[in-house]
């Protein structure tokens, strides 16, 4: 289901103080800080990311998470919904999203540092391996004995 117009002007109107971007993600919206995705708007529901730091708040309030399509696989956190009473407070709004602001900061460094290192380009170097590898012998261009 769609996000509907007004619902999605009242959460970036609650949020206006943290100076955020919306774009539209599949059949929703996601919140953006600078470049990094924190937050998730579908079904007219508010969704935060969460990690290890953020995620016992919500716990605690038995908020659901936010469930991927059945051929995702589900991590440990992700997103979970925020409850209704700190949608309607502007200030605590703004303190829970600028937590999972963090989480997204802290989970593009942790990407970040898992990449692989880049590899040496091909040129006129050989490889470690190529150096290694033993000469192959030539393809002789004789006619073999009993073939025409």
Not at 25 to 43: A, K, N, Q, T
Not at 59 to 66: G, L, V, Y
Request: glycine fraction near 6%.
């Amino acid at each position: 289901m769609a996000v509907r117009p007004q619902y999605l002007a009242y959460i970036l109107e609650q949020l206006e103080a943290l100076g955020i971007s919306h774009r539209r993600l599949f059949s929703g919206v996601g919140l953006y800080s600078g470049e990094r995705i924190f937050g998730l708007v579908h079904d007219d529901t508010l969704y935060f990311k969460t990690d290890e730091t953020n995620c016992a708040r919500y716990q605690a309030r038995n908020m659901p998470r936010f469930m991927p399509p059945a051929d995702r696989p589900i991590g440990p956190f992700g997103y979970h919904e925020v409850p209704a009473d700190i949608i309607e407070d502007a200030e605590a709004l703004v303190e829970w999203a600028r937590k999972s602001v963090a989480v997204a900061l802290r989970s593009q460094a942790r990407k970040a540092s898992r990449k692989p290192k880049p590899r040496a380009k091909s040129g006129s170097k050989l490889s470690k391996k190529a150096k290694q590898a033993p000469a192959r012998r030539k393809r002789s261009t004789r006619a073999r004995p009993g073939s025409r």
